[in-house]
C-alpha cells in the first residue's frame, strides 16, 4: 500500500525552528516529485515548496530563504527544515506526491498530485 506519513509538527515559539518528515512507502520515492502543501483552519490549501525528483527546488515567496525542502532517496523520505518561524506558519502541513516529467509537474496545482500523507500540525505561538 502507498503511504506518505508526516511527522514533527508541534507547538513552536516565533524565531524558532523545527523540522518536518515525511516517510514515504509504497511507491518508488526516487522517481518521485514531491511537495510540502500546507492549510489554516477554514482556510484552502497552500503550497510551500517543491523538490523535482532531480533535487531541484522551488519554495513559495512566503517561505523562501526560511524553510528548506530537502529529500533522502535512501531512506524515502522527505523533509522540511522551518527555520525564523512566524505566527502565519501555523497550519496543518501535508506531504504530496507526484510520477510524470518534471515539465509536467504542476505544483501549484493540489489536483495533480498521486499521494498525500494525513498531515502534521505546526503551531507558532508564544
Known amino acids: 500500500d502507498v503511504r506518505l506519513e508526516e511527522s514533527g509538527g508541534g507547538l513552536v515559539q516565533p524565531g524558532g525552528s523545527l523540522r518536518l518528515s515525511c516517510a514515504a512507502s509504497?511507491?518508488?520515492?526516487?522517481?518521485?516529485?514531491m511537495s510540502w502543501v500546507r492549510q489554516e483552519p477554514g482556510k484552502g490549501l497552500e503550497w510551500v515548496a517543491a523538490?523535482?525528483?532531480?533535487?531541484?527546488?522551488v519554495y513559495s515567496n512566503s517561505v523562501k530563504d526560511r524553510f528548506t525542502i530537502s529529500r533522502d532517496n535512501g531512506k524515502s523520505t522527505l523533509y522540511l527544515q522551518m527555520n525564523s518561524v512566524k505566527p502565519e506558519d501555523t497550519a496543518m502541513y501535508y506531504c504530496?506526491?507526484?510520477?510524470?516529467?518534471?515539465?509536467?509537474?504542476?505544483?501549484?496545482?493540489?489536483?495533480?498530485?498521486?499521494?498525500w500523507g494525513q498531515g502534521t500540525q505546526v503551531t507558532v505561538s508564544s
Open positions: 504530496a506526491a507526484r510520477s510524470g516529467p518534471p515539465a509536467l509537474f504542476r505544483y501549484l496545482d493540489p489536483s495533480s498530485y498521486d499521494y
Open positions: 509504497g511507491f518508488s520515492f526516487s522517481g518521485y516529485h
Open positions: 523538490i523535482f525528483s532531480d533535487g531541484s527546488t
